[in-house]
């Protein structure tokens, strides 16, 4: 009873303080920069091409690059018996989502919206579509991988450390209402620290 009373009490004071930080800020995100270099000698999917469809290890699921756009944004799908079972976007060049928390500079690229079909989730899908991608976009010439994730996301910062990705910084993003920028707080993972205003275009 009294772990159930102190799980409600926890549950109150984080609605609160979500609240609070509503009333406060237009703009609060805690989220952690993850990061991946490519080690490689060399490599095999290099001319992964639109609909063309490729294999790896796992033999139950087949993977395509499923569009890809003029902008730099890339969707990557797995298939199993042809349908779509999971999905995760690249992006290669701005605008792409969280640029004010991490830029594409050279030789660098962005995942992110990676999503599973609800009834198929827990079986690996997701894992082996990141590692196909990271593949195909080191086969193409990139150098860097970046990914970024919210701090409290716990399976996403496992699945992706157990994936062979590091914790590049962690970063704190807050605009006060009626301010005209936010406040960027970084800290990198050899513990120094960076602060700065950062201006925001998207109308918010």
């Known amino acids: 009873?009294?772990?159930?009373?102190?799980?409600?009490?926890?549950?109150h004071?984080?609605?609160?303080?979500?609240?609070t930080l509503a009333l406060l800020f237009s703009r609060f995100a805690r989220v952690v920069v993850l990061h991946r270099v490519?080690?490689?000698?060399?490599?095999?999917?290099?001319?992964a091409a639109v609909d063309t469809p490729w294999r790896?290890?796992?033999?139950?699921?087949?993977?395509i690059v499923r569009s890809e756009k003029e902008c730099g944004e890339i969707a990557f799908?797995?298939?199993?018996?042809?349908?779509?079972?999971?999905?995760?976007?690249?992006?290669?060049?701005?605008?792409?989502?969280?640029a004010d928390i991490v830029p594409l500079v050279s030789g660098r690229f962005m995942l992110g919206a990676l999503s599973t079909t609800e009834s198929e989730r827990g079986k690996g899908y997701a894992s082996a579509l990141v590692e196909e991608v990271?593949?195909?976009?080191?086969?193409?010439?990139?150098?860097?991988g970046?990914?970024?994730?919210?701090?409290?996301n716990a399976p996403s910062l496992a699945a992706f450390g157990n994936s062979g990705w590091q914790v590049l910084s962690r970063v704190l993003l807050v605009k006060p209402r009626g301010a005209r920028r936010q406040i960027r707080i970084?800290?990198?993972?050899?513990?120094?620290?960076?602060?700065?205003w950062t201006e925001r275009h998207d109308g918010h």
Request: hydrophobic content about 35%; charged content about 30%.
């Open 1 to 11: 009873m009294t772990s159930q009373r102190g799980s409600h009490g926890r549950d």
């Open 13 to 19: 004071e984080q609605s609160m303080l979500k609240r």
């Open 38 to 47: 490519d080690g490689r000698k060399n490599g095999s999917h290099a001319n």
């Open 56 to 63: 790896c290890a796992r033999s139950d699921i087949v993977f």
């Open 77 to 98: 799908v797995a298939l199993l018996s042809g349908e779509e079972v999971c999905r995760c976007t690249v992006w290669t060049a701005p605008p792409h989502p969280d």
């Open 134 to 144: 990271v593949r195909v976009m080191f086969d193409r010439g990139f150098t860097e």
């Open 146 to 152: 970046v990914a970024v994730v919210w701090h409290s």
């Open 186 to 196: 970084e800290r990198r993972l050899r513990a120094t620290f960076t602060f700065k």
